[in-house]
């Protein structure tokens, strides 16, 4: 398994942007997909954006053009580039690694991401 630590969460207005890091201890790292979830109060947990081990990114549709996941694997950091940041954003958001030996993945502790006036 691999352990994750998120960061740069905070109070944004709208407009604004955030770059969130995930940052994993444990080798191996280039081999997981990595992928970043979020969790609005009242909803589940939804899939934001993941990454591959080439380098394939994925969207949801609420997010395209705006968010951007990269991978850094010499730093075994993953980054989440969020730019003109909307109310609707607001949730925590939670940084996730698996593979094919843990398809059920690890998960992060979580970084509060507050979009308002």
């Known amino acids: 398994q691999v352990q994750l630590v998120e960061s740069g969460g905070g109070l944004v207005q709208p407009g604004g942007s955030l770059r969130l890091s995930c940052a994993a201890s444990?080798?191996?790292?280039?081999?997981?997909?990595m992928g970043w979830y979020r969790q609005a109060p009242g909803n589940q947990r939804e899939l934001v954006t993941s990454?591959?081990?080439?380098?394939?990114?994925n969207y949801a549709e609420s997010v395209k053009g705006r968010f951007t996941i990269s991978r850094d694997n010499a730093k075994k950091t993953v980054y989440l580039q969020m730019n003109n940041l909307k109310p609707e954003d607001t949730a925590v958001y939670y940084c996730?690694?698996?593979?094919?030996?843990?398809?059920?993945?690890?998960w992060g502790q979580g970084t509060q991401v507050t979009v308002s006036s």
């Open positions: 996730n690694a698996h593979n094919r030996l843990f398809p059920g993945g690890s």
């Open positions: 990454i591959t081990t080439d380098g394939t990114t």
């Open positions: 444990g080798r191996f790292f280039s081999t997981f997909v």
